[in-house]
């Protein structure tokens, strides 16, 4: 099994809206994988198609090799187990300590001691540097210790894949260079598989082995980030330059916009 | 055309409303039981929607109580029938006033409460992360919410009876005179423990089983923003005030109708 997950072909759309109109990408075993692309674009649903959490309209997504829309409820929660996704607001439990939140998947799926889950949680807070912060609430964390208290619950069970879910958006430079670190460091240490999604450009192609870029609904471009960066393709250079004219559109309607402001645009 | 593809639309849409709250209830309390991890929580869920009640409970009782011994006192004495104020009192409570109030109360205090906290946890995308760990939310969150609503409702509307007869006694016979005695004996044999006390029970357990299944639906089905949850939790509150009264209606109809 090279490929981790692979979604051939996958249709999805939400309500009268299309999402996704033949998407195709693979995730090889063991790499870091980069979905980018502007907002609003999918990428969160992306990665809950892959967890099952959403089902396309057509196509396959396959993970460790189980064709994830076609598993019953409980063979879905079997191989959930094998995963993990970190949230972009961490999804921490608010009443739950730090401690408590990183214990929560090893009580809920293993019949470990208090004395072996004491300790594994403390290797996991070690591994991102929360170990002294154990005791505090989810409120009284910054953003970026709230992001990696949730990555420590994210690896509490030793998954095969970690999804990130714009692990970077709104922190500060300091948690955000600990972050990228993380990532890269838990992968190659734990032998992860990670699929991070995520449009700060810099950050991600700086760890990602392979990266794919989606807008129209689809993969527009992929390779590696080196690859990328000389694609010449408009909309390619358009993204990872941050233009604000090209093929992806900054303004949300084509009206003129003097006409507009007259009235007569709208006739 | 439009106004009946309207109408159509609403209809199916509340159909669907209700097949989908059905579903979310079926999820939650039917599995296989898993005492060791659900008992903790039903207990926390007990103290949070049960005990936290109480004090609202206890209050309002004690001044429907008392107010029903007021307004009782002055129209029985006009008929020198007061030695009735205690059925008058104790029969008001246990039928309607005990389980209706306390359902009222107990949607706005903890309805609302629930609906709240499990929109905010489906907005902070808690909901997603429990079942991206292989964690159904609905047994985990929504199951052990509802079996405490379903029994703490009819221990409260007991507690709010017992209470609120307390009150009548107080103001009937430690203010206005009645006799203690009479107000206890004529009490004890004119109310029935099946046709009154059963009853009231009864009806406490539709209302609760009514009011926290709407709550928790309303919570976890909201949009998950902030005026979503707003609109949610509101909605909890006049939605189940509407199903008690109705209910209430039915249920009495059938039980003392005739």
Redesign the interface.
């Known amino acids: 099994m090279d490929n981790f997950v692979a979604l051939k072909d996958v249709h999805f759309s939400h309500g009268q809206r299309t999402i996704y109109d033949g998407l195709s990408l693979t995730v090889p075993k063991g790499k870091i994988v980069a979905v980018m692309g502007p907002s609003g674009i999918g990428k969160t649903t992306l990665l ?1 198609l892959i ?1 099952g ?1 959403l089902r396309p309209a057509s196509g396959s997504i396959k993970v460790a090799d189980e064709e994830v829309t076609q598993l019953s409820r409980k063979k879905l ?2 191989l ?2 094998r ?3 970190l ?3 961490g ?4 009443d739950m300590s730090v401690f408590d939140n990183v214990a ?2 090893l009580r ?2 293993t019949e470990l001691s208090e004395d072996v889950i004491r300790s594994i949680v403390l290797m996991k807070l070690e591994a991102v540097g929360l170990r002294g912060a154990r005791d505090l609430m989810p409120s009284e964390l910054s953003g970026g210790m709230a992001r990696r208290a949730a990555l420590a619950r994210a690896i509490a069970l030793d998954p095969d894949l970690i999804m990130y879910d714009e692990p970077f958006a709104g922190q500060d430079p300091i948690s955000m260079g600990v972050i990228v670190k993380l990532i890269r460091s838990l992968n190659e240490s734990l032998g992860l598989t990670s699929i991070v999604v995520s449009h700060d450009v810099d950050e991600i192609l700086s760890i990602a082995d392979y990266a794919y870029i989606i807008a129209d609904k689809k993969v527009v471009a992929e390779g590696t980030p080196d690859e990328l960066r000389e694609n010449d393709k408009a909309i390619v250079r358009q993204f990872l330059q941050g233009e604000a004219d090209g093929p992806v559109k900054f303004h949300y309607t084509e009206d003129d916009f003097a006409m507009d402001l007259m009235g007569e645009a709208h006739g | 055309m439009d106004r009946l593809a309207r109408l159509g639309a609403t209809v199916t849409d509340a159909i669907a409303g209700i097949g989908r709250a059905l579903a979310m209830l079926l999820g939650a309390i039917i599995g296989k039981p898993t005492p060791r ?1 659900s008992w903790p929580l039903f207990v926390q869920q007990m103290y949070v929607v049960g005990v936290l009640s109480l004090i609202i409970i206890v209050v309002s009782g004690l001044f429907i109580g008392m107010v029903l011994g007021l307004q009782g006192y002055t129209i029985l004495v006009d008929y020198g029938a007061e030695q009735s104020l205690g059925p008058m009192v104790a029969l008001s409570l246990l039928r309607e006033l005990g389980p209706v109030v306390t359902a009222l109360l107990f949607a706005g205090r903890a309805g609302s409460a629930l609906t709240a906290e499990i929109g905010l946890m489906k907005a ?3 909901l ?2 429990l ?6 939310p609905l047994r985990r969150v929504v199951a052990p919410r509802f079996w405490a609503g379903f029994v703490s409702m009819p221990l409260l509307a007991l507690i709010f009876s017992a209470v609120g007869i307390y009150g009548g006694y107080l103001v009937g016979s430690g203010w206005l005179g009645v006799d203690e005695g009479a107000f206890w004996s004529v009490m004890q044999s004119a109310v029935d423990w099946r046709d009154d006390l059963m009853n009231g029970i009864i009806k406490s357990l539709v209302f609760a089983f009514v009011v926290t299944w709407i709550a928790l639906y309303k919570g976890y089905r909201c949009e998950p923003t902030s005026a979503g949850i707003s609109k949610a939790t509101t909605s909890t509150v006049v939605t189940a005030s509407l199903a008690i009264l109705g209910l209430d209606f039915i249920l009495t109809a059938l039980m003392f109708g005739g």
């Open positions: 809950r967890g959490q929660y079997e959930r187990k995963m993990s996704m949230f972009q607001s999804a921490l439990f608010t929560f998947p809920e799926h | 991890k902070t995308e808690q997603s992360s079942e991206m760990m292989a964690v159904d």
